[in-house]
């Protein structure tokens, strides 16, 4: 018997629309990641991208647990002298809600071709609507 091996004509992508409200940060992202990989397929290889395609919605109504609020920061830096920029999560939260689980997700794939390919499959939308309902994306219940 061989060991098989995925090929691109075996890769069976499907859509999953997920809703993130009152969701915990890093364990939606967890799930998240581990989809956006195709950790759950039997197929998987480590070597290929043949992952799902997710679809999250209401991402401004996330939460997180402690003081990840005020204490948790996240650095920028413009490449000059001085010019290291930090917003904490909660501007960020109040801003830009997308940018705050794509950079959870982002955290937890590869870093290189691979993972920046996968993250494509990543969709984030604030409120209820996403313009994704032409591919029928299928809801996802999380475990956590």
Not at 70 to 76: G, I, W
Request: glycine share 6%; proline share 6%.
């Amino acid at each position: 018997m061989k060991t098989f091996s995925p090929t691109p004509e075996n890769i069976n992508r499907e859509w999953f629309v997920v809703d993130a409200e009152d969701k915990i940060l890093g364990r939606l992202a967890t799930q998240i990641a581990h989809r956006l990989r195709g950790k759950h397929k039997p197929e998987f290889a480590p070597h290929m991208d043949n992952g799902d395609f997710i679809v999250v919605v209401n991402c401004e109504k996330i939460k997180v647990t402690g003081k990840k609020l005020d204490q948790k920061k996240y650095y920028n830096h413009s490449g000059y002298v001085g010019g290291l920029r930090e917003t904490s999560l909660e501007k960020l939260l109040a801003s830009k809600p997308e940018e705050v689980l794509l950079k959870a997700v982002r955290g937890m794939l590869p870093r290189n071709r691979l993972g920046r390919a996968m993250l494509t499959k990543l969709k984030v939308y604030r409120g209820t609507e996403h313009p994704h309902a032409a591919q029928k994306p299928t809801p996802l219940e999380l475990t956590y």
